[in-house]
């Protein structure tokens, strides 16, 4: 069964505080992505990487990085956690662009 | 800018109607258009998909009509049942997906 792991459902930080959000995979994807959920905007791509030390910026990159040091894990990282960053953080992986994207359950992050 | 936007935000039927989720897009570019089913607490996940080279596509209850010079695409879900009770996202892709805002569909027996 394919599975997409994400290391925390909830998390609670506060402001200014750096933030890693880890992610895994166990389908051999080449493909993985960040996004993030909020009411009434849907999903919203942050970060992509199409292979191992390689990433593209998404639709809102503002205030994340990420890193992708083996194809099984992508880290989203908020370097100063800022309020407007609380939300629902999604990991998903796919083997090509044109394939399934596999999601993760998600990780709830509130920034106080 | 929202380069897929979806309709109704919400959507409440009774057991064995046919809700019908609407999107649109303008990037002429995109030739991929999956939907995607989530339950709460889950992560979305693929319910089905389609080319633009066809113009509906069907799988089980579920049917994607699609209309290319209208650049609109929709979700039909035959007999609805209470445990289709979801949020629905339609997505558009030429190289990375597109999600439109969402719909939360609930079903009532």
């Known amino acids: 069964d394919v599975k997409v792991t994400q290391s925390s459902r909830y998390l609670v930080k506060r402001t200014g505080e750096k933030v890693f959000l880890e992610c895994v995979q166990d389908?051999?994807?080449?493909?993985m992505f960040w996004y993030r959920q909020d009411p009434g905007l849907g999903l919203r791509l942050i970060y992509f990487?199409?292979?191992?030390?390689?990433?593209e910026k998404g639709d809102i990159p503002e205030g994340y990085s990420v890193s992708r040091e083996k194809k099984e894990r992508f880290s989203l990282i908020l370097e100063s956690a800022s309020t407007n960053q609380t939300s629902m953080y999604l990991c998903?992986?796919?083997?090509?662009?044109?394939?399934?994207?596999?999601f993760g359950p998600g990780t709830r992050l509130t920034v106080l | 800018q929202q380069q897929v936007k979806q309709s109704p935000q919400s959507l409440i039927v009774q057991k064995g109607g046919i809700p019908i989720i609407n999107c649109a897009y303008e990037?002429?570019?995109?030739?991929?258009f999956p939907w995607y089913q989530q339950f709460p607490g889950k992560g979305p996940a693929l319910l089905i998909a389609?080319?633009?080279?066809?113009s509906e596509k069907k799988e089980g209850r579920f049917t994607i009509s699609f209309n290319k010079s209208a650049k609109q695409f929709s979700l039909h879900i035959m007999d609805s049942q209470p445990g289709d009770s979801a949020t629905y996202f339609c997505?558009?892709?030429?190289?990375?997906?597109?999600f439109g805002t969402g719909t939360r569909l609930q079903v009532f027996p």
């Open positions: 997505a558009a892709s030429s190289h990375k997906l597109i």
């Open positions: 990037n002429t570019a995109f030739d991929y």
């Open positions: 998903a992986s796919s083997l090509g662009p044109y394939n399934e994207q596999f």
């Open positions: 990487s199409y292979d191992v030390k390689m990433k």
């Open positions: 389908m051999d994807h080449e493909n």
């Open positions: 389609i080319r633009p080279d066809v």
